[in-house]
C-alpha cells in the first residue's frame, strides 16, 4: 500500500504520479500534498523491507529510495514528488 504526495508547487503532480503507479500495478491508497517540497523525489518505506521501495521506484521510473519507518501511517511505501519528477507523455489526471 502506497500513499503518494506532491512536494512541488506543481499543481496536480500526486494525481499523475497516482495514475502512473496504478497504471504499472501499484496499490495507491492515498494522494495529497506534502508538508515540505522537494528538488529530488523520495520513496519511503514505512513498513516491511527495502525491496517494496525499490519496486515503487523503478514503477516511477525515479527516486530516491530510503527508510523511515511509521507504522502510524498505515501504509508500506510513501513517496514524495520532487521537482524531478516529470510523468511520460500520456498520463493524464
Known amino acids: 500500500m502506497v500513499e503518494v504526495l506532491n512536494a ?3 499543481r496536480g503532480l500526486a494525481r499523475l504520479g ?3 503507479l496504478r497504471e504499472r500495478g501499484v496499490d495507491v491508497i ?7 517540497t522537494l528538488d529530488t523525489t523520495l520513496v519511503l518505506v ?3 523491507d527495502e525491496d517494496a521501495g525499490e ?3 523503478r514503477a516511477l521510473g525515479i527516486g530516491r ?5 511509521d507504522t502510524l501511517l498505515r501504509v508500506d511505501v510513501s513517496v514524495l514528488l520532487g521537482r524531478d519528477f516529470s510523468p511520460p ?3 493524464r489526471p
Open 46 to 48: 514505512r513498513r516491511g
Open 8 to 10: 512541488t508547487d506543481r
Open 18 to 20: 497516482t495514475r502512473l
Open 55 to 57: 519496486r515503487v521506484a
Open 30 to 36: 492515498h494522494f495529497g500534498t506534502a508538508d515540505t
Open 65 to 69: 529510495v530510503g527508510s523511515r519507518p
Open 89 to 91: 507523455d500520456g498520463i
